[in-house]
């Protein structure tokens, strides 16, 4: 039986792959095509993203890491500020990084965790080249945050999202910034394995990403540019094979069944926490539609840790909780106080929520949080 480290039975898992035979059927087929490049199943993956995001331009690659570290590269975020948020995975802001550019934190909202725009405003500079916006849990209120960028490329970490399924205002997660980033990793609810893609709607940002991905060699009628001209700007081996690309198809075709899956776990999330008053849900922020792909509470006044452990000694599987980047040691030199970002960092988690989390799971992971409360305060 599956175990926690203390050798506790799982009960219920902090990630379960939701796959059916679909996947398997299209996985087995694309290994009897006898071709593992990135091929047609990766063409077909990519055209069946943009249809499923409403936006132009897919290009899949081999991480979330990798997709936001080409969407930054390709809109010359190089050597520049880059501005952003702690309260993500760490791959936001190692991908500013990777391109030689410098994060600068902005602070987030204390209720939502979700960058703010007045810090944009604020922190913006000369050298400031692109901001990072992490729709974390739910969506960034794109309007503001665009007004704050002014004329800077905005990019969207929806890496923590599942395609099509949020949005601020009415229009689509993905298609709110100059690229978007999206991750199909193990544990998300549309999984490659590993995985990811920049979406966009720039036509003149194509032919980079592409070369980009591609160690940045040029492509001219199908074929490799071998003269000088075909390589000029050092690029990274991102490509998205088409045995992933072939699994993520499968599931792409499922995406409404995957969403509509995803709302009805948080109508019984919602349902049930109504009667736990002492865990908070996390407020909406302004505009932010749909179900996206992670669901977070808050324990206010030190007890998450003590619930955390309570909750693990019972078998209910959890994800790690945030840790506010600028706290590592690799982002020291670019930390300043952040008091909302330690604060939400340090009261916030994550509770099971994927498309594979059967309801009787969902009422488990309720009961054991009640019985956390009638443990330690007995009501
Ligand atoms: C907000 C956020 N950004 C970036 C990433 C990195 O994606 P990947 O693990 O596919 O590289 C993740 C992964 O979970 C994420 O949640």
Redesign the pocket.
């Known amino acids: 039986m599956e175990t926690t480290q203390r050798r506790v039975p799982v009960r219920v898992p902090a990630f379960r792959p939701f796959l059916t035979r679909a996947e398997s059927g299209a996985v087995q087929e694309a290994v009897e095509s006898g071709w593992l490049g990135t091929g047609i199943y990766t063409r077909l993956f990519e055209e069946r993203l943009t249809r499923s995001l409403g936006a132009p331009h897919a290009h899949a690659v081999s991480?979330?890491?990798?997709?936001?570290h080409l969407a930054l590269q390709s809109l010359g975020a190089g050597g520049g500020e880059v501005l952003t948020t702690a309260v993500?995975?760490v791959?936001?802001n190692h991908?500013i990084l990777y391109n030689r550019a410098k994060p600068v934190f902005c602070e987030v909202d204390p209720e939502t965790g979700l960058i703010d725009p007045a810090e944009i405003e604020r922190r913006r500079t000369r050298r400031t080249q692109a901001v990072v916006v992490?729709?974390?849990g739910q969506a960034c209120d794109m309007d503001a945050v665009r007004r704050a960028a002014g004329r800077v490329p905005v990019v969207e970490?929806?890496?923590?999202c599942l395609p099509g399924a949020g949005a601020s205002r009415g229009r689509r997660l993905g298609t709110l910034g100059d690229a978007a980033?999206f991750?199909?990793?193990r544990?998300?609810g549309l999984t490659t394995i590993?995985?990811?893609a920049v979406v966009h709607a720039r036509p003149a940002l194509a032919e980079r990403l592409l070369r980009l991905r591609r160690m940045g060699l040029a492509e001219k009628d199908g074929e490799l540019v071998r003269s000088p001209e075909g390589l000029s700007e050092l690029g990274w081996h991102y490509r998205l094979g088409d045995l992933p690309a072939a699994l993520g198809l499968a599931q792409l075709e499922r995406l409404p069944a995957l969403r509509e899956r995803l709302a009805t776990i948080e109508r019984r999330y919602r349902a049930g926490l109504r009667s736990l008053a002492w865990l908070e849900r996390i407020p909406a922020a302004p505009g932010s539609e749909g179900v996206l792909g992670s669901l977070r509470v808050r324990l206010r006044g030190g007890g998450r840790d003590a619930l955390r452990r309570h909750l693990a000694a019972r078998g209910i599987g959890l994800n790690d909780p945030l840790y506010p980047s600028h706290r590592y040691r690799l982002y020291r030199p670019f930390g300043r106080g952040l008091p909302a970002s330690d604060r939400f960092c340090a009261e916030t988690l994550e509770l099971p929520f994927y498309p594979g989390l059967a309801d009787r799971e969902v009422d488990l992971v309720l009961e054991t949080l009640a019985d956390f409360r009638r443990r330690h305060h007995g009501t």
């Open positions: 991480s979330g890491t990798a997709a936001l993500t995975n791959a936001t991908a992490v729709h974390l970490d929806a890496c923590a980033c991750s199909f990793g544990f998300k590993e995985g990811g």
